[in-house]
Nanobody, 119 residues
């Protein structure tokens, strides 16, 4: 499975961005993770083909994950962006429907797209 992210960029605090991840095949779970400089990679939002979605507490109410099944594309709509959202954002996919926040359960990763939020 190949994943290609797009949509990153630089915005001011309070701004919005939408990230997209085009997949080459269907998988049960797709997710967005992010990694800020000097920090570990953390989950942001998870989408399971059953329709179940989960979010990190830090982004609840601001970010929305969705999947276009026909296009095999995962989206992450990010609103009210904050400087602490600055990170490299990665798309990940797993055949498991129970991958959850376990990074080891995701076999496929994209190259990442940078999101920078200026104060």
């Amino acid at each position: 499975v190949q994943l290609a992210e797009s949509g990153g960029g630089t915005v001011q605090t309070g701004g919005s961005l939408t990230l997209s991840c085009a997949g080459s095949a269907y998988t049960c779970t797709m997710a967005w993770f992010r990694q800020a400089p000097g920090k570990g990679r953390e989950e942001v939002a998870i989408f399971v083909t059953t329709g179940r979605t989960t979010y990190a507490e830090s982004v609840k109410g601001r970010f929305s994950i969705s999947h276009d099944n026909a296009e095999k594309t995962l989206h992450l709509k990010m609103n009210d962006l904050k400087p602490e959202d600055t990170a490299m954002y990665y798309c990940a996919a797993s055949h498991s429907c129970f991958a959850g926040t376990d990074r080891a359960a995701y076999k496929w990763w994209g190259q990442g797209t940078q999101v920078t939020v200026s104060s």
